[in-house]
């Protein structure tokens, strides 16, 4: 395993070691022990999510305001262009962002901590996202940022295409009103 860091230090890319042969691949997708010497982090992963979407689908920017989750994200099927904004009031990468793109090829993942908020684009013609979080998910305390924000400017990679959002998403909150974290 390998640890890459971003231009925010607290998001962390992750590069599996990946055996590979003419019969496939293997790799562990998770290990503890070597996360938490690599990382400093020592985490309790209390949910697995997985999630199917559609080309051009676009996810986020999400995150709990109680509750909050880290969320450890890869693409097991597909690619998404993957990112994390900073949204801890008091933290010197307030209101700035960090993207990579995860896919079923590189094996990367994205390591976003709690007091961010995330959301995904699907650059495949379908995409299977698989997250481990730190919390429980709790709806009453979800909120959402516009994914599109001139304050956050997110260089999405939309290359010509509308993305499709939820309804919860279409109404997500401009980033200069949302709560955010103290």
């Not at 390998?2 to 230090?9: D, L, R």
């Not at 562990?28 to 985490?43: A, I, M």
């Not at 007091?115 to 429980?136: I, M, R």
Request: aromatic share 12%; proline share 6%; with cysteine.
């Amino acid at each position: 395993m390998k640890i890459v860091a971003t231009e925010i230090p607290e998001v962390l890319i992750i590069e599996p070691k990946v055996f590979g042969d003419d019969r496939g691949f293997f790799f562990e997708s998770y290990n503890q022990r070597l996360f938490t010497e690599l990382t400093g982090l020592d985490l309790n992963f209390v949910q697995d999510n997985h999630s199917r979407s559609a080309q051009n689908v676009l996810r986020g920017l999400h995150y709990q305001i109680q509750q909050p989750q880290g969320k450890l994200v890869r693409a097991a099927v597909g690619a998404i262009f993957d990112v994390a904004v900073d949204i801890r009031k008091n933290s010197p990468h307030f209101g700035q962002w960090v993207g990579c793109l995860l896919s079923a090829e590189n094996h990367r993942q994205l390591w976003v901590p709690a007091g961010f908020a995330h959301g995904f684009f699907v650059v495949s013609p379908f995409a299977e996202v698989l997250y481990k979080t730190t919390d429980y998910y709790a709806p009453q305390s979800e909120r959402s940022i516009l994914w599109n924000d001139p304050d956050l400017g997110i260089d999405w990679p939309l290359n010509g295409a509308t993305p499709i959002l939820s309804a919860k998403d279409q109404a997500g909150q401009p980033f200069a009103t949302a709560e955010v974290f103290q």
